[in-house]
């Protein structure tokens, strides 16, 4: 097991004896909101691994993603709608695409670049709702695909991004979140053992609009997902959270944004993930930028790793920069525990078997996160995935 | 009647110097409601006795039998002993990072008796034996033994006992490191254990004070992997007014 954690607000360019990077030649930009962005893949390098945002992924596993031609065509869904919430396929050219963020990196251009038309869900209404739309059936091409959500003000509703079968899917979700309105977006990786999936999610929280966001990533070769969050207007509030199972050979990474660059905003940032078996990585990279604007900013992000076995890797970075002293609270935490051979022996001690103390373990660490979904179907269901999981299964 | 049979145990260890023997020939008989305390200098082999019983894996049984009413308890998983009716209170009770007591305690009840508890008797059940231990019901909600005092992880242990209601119970130094209100407690806790449900127990300390409070009938003392000497109550008076100096030349050989 290794576990990487550092805390640094990046080197500004007036720091005393900067220097390049031990990384490569590139001096890291100054705050995390100067990053650069563009929605044309070739404005972005050829990817190489040692950039910072692909430093801990396996570039080499999905070159076809970040550099090749991704084929734009709409993706085979299952929905489960629900009055009040619409989906339909929207043009490139609808005002709504872009609004919520630009990527920052190449695979998120290349979706941007070569996807043909977005998928809108948009949620209307005050009564809770739920909609699931499941993408399915994609197979071994290589594709892009842009996704908004969009939450009319005041209104209220959850959505179930979902991931199933074999796929090789580069993407963008971009989060609308209007004036007022309860959001709730559950992004659920059920990818089957060979997929690759990298996503970015943007989103933008109005004023006074909450948006709880959810990454459950469970199945798949390679998964990344991206949330970025714009706390643009007074008063929003995220709650971003998430549930990560790496088994043998697997990589979960997911890198978390959130900007703060309103008065009074709120954000809660907690992901906690389970690794298992040799080969099995994890990555969290948890960024919080609290703007000159963002006085009154209450903010605390935590990752949280239970490691079950030898042979994994779990990193875990959390960034603070904060750019006014006039905040209500900011902070950050990160611990990576091991289950290990004396918590067994306790467990078992009192008569539960090894795989039921193993079991009890996961489920306890774990649950915090479930629960918050609000779902009980899928509660239940993703709580059997994870004791598949646990089994080997 | 329920009985734990110790045959001629011996015991070895491996460290990182090799193979340490530790137990060299233990032999003891437990019934039921006895009370046998296990005296003896640091170092002497009380805990590998202890961790031998509950099947601790470091610790390799190289020759002698254990035996719980005739049954083999060294071809016994860890959880299988325990589910035969042994119980270890550890002298360092580990952390699980998670894990509810409350879950915990379900499940290992569960998990003994082979059937879930009924809910409402058990709900009574832990309140009860909670407050007996002048435990918070706060502790409930917190994670097993995350962030507790030395004393708490102590109730903790014995809290266990009561529950589990096992036929022996080996207390692995239960009293070190409490303080005299905290001993009361926890001896309460072991002697109502016995009362309610005839228990055998072997206490294991380095000092006589929890003998105040948890009345043995027989004292051995453990010196150097073996039983040196054995006797009634009056032999742990002795061993207050004299400490183990007299069997200081045993345990220049003793292991670790």
Redesign the interface.
């Known amino acids: 097991m290794t576990v990487a954690t550092q805390s640094t607000a990046m080197p500004t360019a007036g720091q005393h004896g900067l220097v390049a990077h031990s990384d490569g030649p590139v001096v890291p930009v100054q705050t995390r909101s100067e990053r650069f962005r563009s929605v044309e893949v070739a404005d972005f390098a050829p990817v190489t691994g040692r950039e910072h945002e692909w430093k801990l992924s396996p570039v080499a596993a999905f070159a076809d993603l970040t550099s090749g031609e991704l084929d734009g065509a709409r993706l085979g869904l299952e929905t489960s709608g629900a009055e009040g919430v619409a989906v339909e396929w929207i043009a490139r050219d609808d005002a709504r695409i872009g609004t919520a963020g630009t990527p920052e990196e190449r695979a998120s251009a290349n979706a941007w670049t070569n996807f043909g038309e977005a998928l809108l869900v948009r949620v209307t209404g005050e009564d809770d709702k739920i909609a699931t739309v499941t993408r399915t059936g994609l197979g071994a091409t290589p594709r892009a695909a842009h996704t908004v959500i969009e939450a009319a003000p005041n209104s209220r509703g959850l959505v179930v991004l979902g991931g199933t079968g074999s796929a090789r899917l580069s993407e963008n979700v971009e989060v609308i979140v209007g004036e007022g309105a309860n959001l709730t977006v559950v992004s659920v990786q059920e990818w089957d053992d060979d997929a690759v999936h990298l996503a970015s999610h943007f989103a933008r929280i109005g004023r006074d609009a909450k948006l709880k966001h959810i990454v459950v990533s469970l199945g798949g070769k390679v998964v990344r997902v991206n949330p970025s969050t714009h706390l643009a207007e007074q008063g929003g509030d995220v709650e971003a959270l998430g549930l990560y199972f790496s088994d043998a050979g697997q990589h979960l990474e997911q890198q978390v944004y959130v900007h703060h660059d309103a008065p009074n905003t709120r954000s809660r940032v907690t992901y906690k993930g389970a690794l298992q078996g040799e080969g099995a990585r994890s990555v969290w990279i948890g960024d919080v930028l609290i703007g000159n604007a963002a006085v009154g900013t209450d903010s605390y992000e935590q990752n949280r790793n ?1 490691v079950l076995s030898d042979g994994t890797r779990a990193d875990s970075i959390p960034n603070l920069e904060i750019e006014t002293g006039d905040i209500a609270g900011a902070g950050h935490a990160s611990a990576t ?1 091991r ?1 290990d ?3 067994l ?10 795989e ?1 103390a193993r079991r ?8 915090e996160i479930v629960q918050q979904i609000g779902v009980a179907e899928l509660e239940e269901r993703l709580t059997a995935a994870l004791e598949a999981e646990l089994q080997g299964a | 009647m329920s009985v734990l049979e110790i045959k001629n145990l011996h015991v070895n260890v491996e460290t990182d110097q090799g193979t340490r023997e530790i137990l060299r020939g233990v032999d003891l008989v437990i019934n039921e409601g006895e009370i046998h305390a296990i005296m003896g200098p640091n170092g002497s082999g009380k805990s590998t006795l202890a961790y031998t019983i ?4 470091k610790y390799t049984v190289v020759e002698g039998e254990i035996l719980l009413d005739g049954e083999n308890v060294l071809e016994m ?3 299988e ?3 035969a009716g042994l ?2 209170a ?1 002298q360092y ?8 007591v409350t ?2 305690l379900r ?2 009840k569960t ?2 008796d082979g059937e879930a508890p009924s809910v409402r008797h058990w709900v009574k059940d832990v309140r009860t034996a909670m407050g007996n231990l002048k435990m918070d019901s706060a502790f409930a909600e917190r ?1 097993v033994n995350e962030g507790f005092s030395g004393g708490e992880k102590k109730r903790n242990e014995i809290l ?1 006992l009561e529950l ?1 209601k096992p036929k022996f119970a080996v207390l692995d130094e239960t009293d070190s490191g409490l303080d005299v209100d905290a001993l009361k407690i926890v001896s309460e806790g072991v002697n109502r254990a016995k009362e309610n449900t005839g228990l055998g127990i072997l206490l294991i300390t380095h000092y006589t004070r929890i003998l105040r409070y948890i009345k043995p009938d027989f004292v051995h003392v453990f010196v150097a992997g073996k039983i040196a000497e054995q006797g009634g109550p009056e032999l742990a008076d002795r061993l207050e007014d004299e400490g183990y100096d007299r069997y200081q030349v045993a345990e220049t050989a003793s292991a670790e």
């Open positions: 239970l525990g289950f051979d004396e918590q022996f306790y467990l078992m001690a009192r008569g539960i078997t090894e039921e009890l373990v996961v489920r306890g660490f774990l649950t | 509950a099947g601790h894996p998983s860890v959880d002993r325990a589910r119980f270890l550890m009770p580990v952390e699980i990072p998670g894990v509810t879950n915990f499940t290992a998990a003994i994670n266990q589990l």
